[in-house]
């Protein structure tokens, strides 16, 4: 079942309107609408709130302010714990820090009262100066967090009276002296800007009372059991009294491993007894929830005449908004999955900074700090090359990692890379060697080329764990319940095919549950690139363990040692004669029954459970490559072909890996781009619509090839590695280098619109 291209298990039902999302859930008649009222001002105090004209509007039911909620610290995140982000967060407070922030939530009959409502609620502000530059931020007399409350779980250097979030830093090798020593060297600045995730379904939760008094919430989310965590602590609730449910999602890339609405909801369902549902606008879902970290790079390589790089020294300033959400580990990824992939430099220094302002929080979006660091690193190095007067192509084959070392930068050792095939592989896609660098094609147009490269992680070690298990059915057919959380990109399916690989079965026979705190053991959830992997891996542990369950019971029936048997898709039968077997059905049917082989060494039920823990990284490896089209007259211009070849071990489902692919690489090209969300001087975003913020379409991006470099990684299931987050990866930095082929202009600043080509080589004089 490895390495086939099997139909998605769910995509008959999806192509036919059949999942059910959560508003498809609601089974109450009198189930509360909700709304929150949002801070109009980026920096202010509450002075006062009269809610009294909106509570007698007729068909309140509930308005609820800071004084009426837990003031229990927490943070938004629905990460493993201990989180590294800061509990600098509660769930209304008596001040805002950004234009959106929470003031207050109103629970209504219907919509149309709770908007009415909204309207009558009177707040006086005293409104308090704001800081929205990242780089004026530390140490600003602005002070967005001066609560005394805050937790810090790990201690990564908050200072909030200074506006700090997190401090980290790193070094080997003395960098002034090898940068000193270098025969070229390039010293660049760079910034990416945030980017909102633009999933299809926006945040929306539905929660209610069971028979039992329990509070159940549905949600759209990414984390059942991390979210059932956050609701626990924040509202008082004992885990016994919550249960999550996940159901059909229509896309999260991050941005649904918040408690986003379900602590709103379950808050409303707990005061009042009463089934409540909360669905954000798509206005709701650009100003309320979080987006990408805006981020600042100065770099600095340098390489001797031969082309061995030498030195890298990476400095990262990371605007993490209102709160510090994701912030700390976010800022150290931009340096720890970018940095690993260069081999024997003498020299490396990372330092790395995240601080509060006043805009909108940020948080988890694919790539997750990396993204933005290999943009800055990998234009700094195509950059050097230039310098050296080397094809950059080859520079980088000159001084990446292979499958034979071990990046000096690495806090693990990578145990798989085969990143030097993959840029092979990518160069034959993009016919390198004939494109590059730039070639006239008439009319004032060129055709250029450019390259990057990355690597990433697969789940975050001593942290992530996945629990799994598998029951036989009387039938004879299996179930397989998880945490995971299937968010469209067909974890499920790839789950089903390890399961179907282990148990020697086939994917039919294979039903998965994902989803349910109740029902299901824990799992981290869909985030940093660990489904296939670290759940991958407990599938494997589980099934391997009630495979011996089965061939042990077996041996009763055939008169055979299991060590000679064999468990096949519906029978275990004997090894050098399978003409001599026992049917599964029949087996699950005397489990079920309690007869035939019950004994106190054997277990009645079929089922077994077993855990994996994500102890190291296991790294995948990219190589991208951008040919573009462009008008020297006008500096617009358009990706007609991107190849992208990932290194991700064994690949479990080509099918869905290429589509993996193709997503990431869309994605990645809007963050090149188009996506840019515009802030006016009062810190109120003005593209909170798909009207202003644009995103790419299949009509704006040309061919995107895929091909694969073949490998095994010791540590993933089956040699897998993740690909979900790091095909996002090169889009940004392969662009931004065929624009300096094509042109001579460097661009460093994201995203690189037709406007900042075109004067970018007017002041170039390269066109007047």
Partial sequence: ?????????????????????????????????????????????????????????PGVVGIYTYKDVPQVRYCVPGQTEPEASPYDRVLLEDTVRFIGDEVALVAAEDEKTALKALKMIKVDYEVLKPVFDAREAEGNEVVIHPEKDIVEPY????????????????????????????????????????????????????????????????????????????????????????????????GGFGGKNIAATDIFTAFVTMKTGRPAKFVFTRSETFVGSNSRHEMFFDVKVGADKEGNLKAIELKSLNNTGAYGGNGVSVSSESGHNTLPIYNDIDAVRFNARTVYTNRLPAGALRGYG????????????????????????????????????NGKAAEDEILSCELRQCIEKGKKLINWDDKYPCKDIGNNKVRAVGMAVA????????????????????????????????????????????????????????????????????????????????????????????????????ESKLGFKKEDLELGKDRVFVKNDNSKFVLLEELGRESVGGIG??????????????????????????????????????????????????????????????????????????FAMYEDPVFDKDGRLLTDSFLQYKVPTKKEVGNILVDFAENFDPG?????????????????????????????????????????????????????
């Fill in 1 to 57: 079942m490895i390495n086939k291209g099997i139909r998605k298990i769910d995509s008959t039902a999806i192509v036919t309107g059949k999942p059910l999302y959560t508003e498809d859930l609601i089974m109450h008649k009198d189930v509360l609408t909700l709304k929150l009222l949002r801070s109009p001002h980026a920096h202010a105090k509450i002075k006062n709130i009269d809610t009294s004209k909106a509570e007698k509007i």
């Fill in 155 to 250: 201690p990564f250097g908050l200072d909030a009276k200074n506006n700090i979030v997190s401090k980290e830093f790193f070094e080997f090798g003395d960098v002034e002296a090898k940068l000193k020593e270098s025969d070229f060297v390039v010293e660049s600045s760079y910034k990416t800007q945030s980017q909102s995730h633009c999933m299809m379904e926006t945040h929306r939760s539905y929660s209610y009372k069971d028979i039992n008094d329990r509070i159940v919430v549905v949600s759209s989310l990414q984390s059942p059991h991390n979210v059932k965590r956050i609701l626990r602590k924040v509202l008082g609730i004992p885990s016994s009294k919550i249960r999550v449910i996940k159901p059909r999602i229509g």
């Fill in 370 to 405: 990396a993204t933005q660091g290999i943009f800055a690193i990998d234009s700094a190095i195509d950059e050097l090359a230039h310098k050296i007067g080397m094809d950059p192509l080859e520079f980088r084959i000159k001084n990446i990692i292979d499958r034979y070392t």
């Fill in 455 to 554: 690597n990433h992680g697969s789940g975050i070690p001593r942290v992530d764990m996945a629990t799994v298990t598998i029951r036989m059915d009387e039938d004879g057919t299996y179930k397989l319940l998880s945490g995971l959380a299937d968010l469209g990109q067909g974890a499920d399916t790839i789950q089903a095919q390890i399961a179907a690989e282990a148990l020697n079965t086939t994917v039919d026979r294979i039903s998965v549950y994902t989803g349910d705190s109740d029902l299901c053991p824990y799992d981290t959830g869909a985030f940093a690139s660990c489904t296939t992997t670290v759940t991958g891996n407990a599938t494997i542990k589980t099934a391997n363990k009630l495979k011996d369950i089965l061939l042990s019971v077996a």
């Fill in 597 to 670: 082989f019950a004994s106190d060494d054997v277990p009645v039920v079929l089922e077994a459970t077993e855990s994996f823990g994500m102890l190291k990284k296991i790294k995948p490896f990219i190589a991208g490559f951008a040919e573009i089209e462009l008008d020297k007259n006008t500096g617009e211009y358009k990706v007609i072909n991107f190849a992208c070849v990932p290194d991700c071990g064994t690949v479990i489902n080509p099918t869905l890996a290429r589509i993996q692919v193709e997503g990431g690489v869309m994605m990645g090209i809007g």
């Fill in 716 to 768: 993933g299931p089956y040699g897998a590695k993740s690909l979900g987050e790091i095909v996002i990866h090169t889009p940004a930095p392969a662009i931004a280098n065929a624009i300096f082929n094509a042109t001579g202009v460097r661009l460093r600043e994201l995203p690189m619109t037709f406007e900042k080509v075109y004067m970018g080589m007017k002041n170039n004089n390269k066109q007047l």
